[in-house]
């Protein structure tokens, strides 16, 4: 009878486990990011991460916006309503994957709802899943973009284990090739990671001179800049030396303004590669597609004010908290780090700010 009992506890156990097995798969981020392998729960409420994934998901269809009477665009020297090549037009990238697909879809709504000229903003997708442009279509109807493929094995050899299993995704390095993947007549782009919101008009992050400097972004000077590189590149005089000259803070590569023009004259995509490599075999970064841009433009950034990346909304790597804004206005809001808004809304735990995500949010099962 003792074993019979033992043999009876054990298979209530399992059976506990399978019962519990789907709710796994939703648990708030501040319990699964402890698990590397967990990392694919915390993207979209779906069961696969391909694009048979869009059969069981639809977005609402977006509003329509119109220019303001003042809004220049729509050269008819230009192919299309808004042809690419028109000099009028605000460029945004954005990457395109099913697992962050309700990120993007935000990021581009509120853009649109925010600008005085949204049918002068031309997006720019990159895409690793050819089976996006239609969705991409039927949810914003009037919305002026290209689909850009990027081959993810351009970048295979090239990345090294991170942190996080999903910082080493290729389709994080696609900014890295925006010069050769846009065309030539594009010379600037603003970058923009799928897990925020610009709240302010994007003309004027746009507008911000570069000056000298081959991209933009919102600096930060009081950081620990040592953490992002190894004791080994800090010990060895031929890596830690490329900061000879200069004075490098943090930057975080989500939001960019980039001279694309600047970016092909001076080969940054090489440079960049470059370090990607000796990463392979000497191991002086630990963190994803950041620190090789770091180590070619850290010192080197024009800044941008700060209001246009309150980032680390997402919390940190191990806890996945809750943060506050930094002190200042705001313009973009930026849920980097492991939590992401929409996960932390459905699993009905969510932070204070993500209350300022969800307005722009047009995800809805379908029936």
């Not at 080197?300 to 191990?318: K, Y």
Request: with cysteine; aromatic share 14%.
């Amino acid at each position: 009878m003792v074993w019979l009992v033992k043999l009876s506890r054990v298979f209530s156990a399992a059976m506990v486990m399978i019962v519990l097995a789907p709710a796994l798969q939703s648990f708030p981020p501040a319990e699964a990011i402890r698990s590397s392998h967990l990392d694919f729960y915390l993207r979209l409420p779906v069961h696969t991460a391909s694009s048979r994934s869009l059969n069981r998901f639809s977005f609402r269809k977006a509003s329509t916006f119109r220019n303001a009477g003042h809004c220049r665009g729509g050269d008819p020297k230009f192919s299309g309503k808004f042809g690419v090549c028109d000099p009028n037009l605000v460029h945004v990238a954005i990457t395109l994957d099913v697992e962050y697909l309700r990120g993007s879809v935000a990021a581009v709504n509120s853009i649109l709802r925010n600008s005085l000229c949204p049918e002068s903003v031309f997006f720019h997708f990159l895409v690793s899943d050819t089976n996006l442009e239609d969705f991409v279509r039927s949810t914003f109807p009037r919305l002026n973009f290209k689909v850009y493929y990027f081959d993810p094995e351009i970048v295979r050899d090239l990345i090294s284990t991170s942190v996080r299993q999903a910082l080493e995704q290729p389709l994080n390095y696609a900014r890295n090739y925006l010069a050769g993947l846009l065309e030539s007549c594009v010379k600037k782009v603003i970058y923009l990671d799928s897990d925020l919101i610009v709240v302010d008009d994007i003309r004027k992050l746009w507008t911000t001179s570069l000056g000298e400097w081959t991209i933009g972004a919102p600096v930060y000077c009081h950081a620990n800049f040592s953490k992002y590189f190894t004791a080994r590149f800090w010990s060895d005089d031929r890596y830690s030396g490329t900061f000879d000259g200069r004075k490098p803070c943090y930057f975080n590569t989500g939001v960019m303004v980039i001279d694309l023009v600047k970016w092909r004259d001076g080969g940054f995509t090489e440079k960049i590669e470059w370090w990607m490599k000796l990463q392979k075999s000497n191991r002086i970064y630990e963190l994803g597609s950041l620190p090789p841009f770091l180590l070619v433009f850290a010192g080197n950034v024009a800044t941008i004010e700060h209001r246009w990346n309150q980032h680390g909304l997402g919390g940190d790597n191990i806890r996945g908290s809750c943060r506050d804004l930094h002190p200042g206005p705001t313009s973009l809001l930026h849920w980097s780090g492991s939590g992401k808004p929409w996960l932390r809304l459905d699993s009905k735990q969510p932070c204070p700010l993500d209350s300022l995500w969800s307005p722009y949010d047009l995800y809805g099962y379908s029936q």
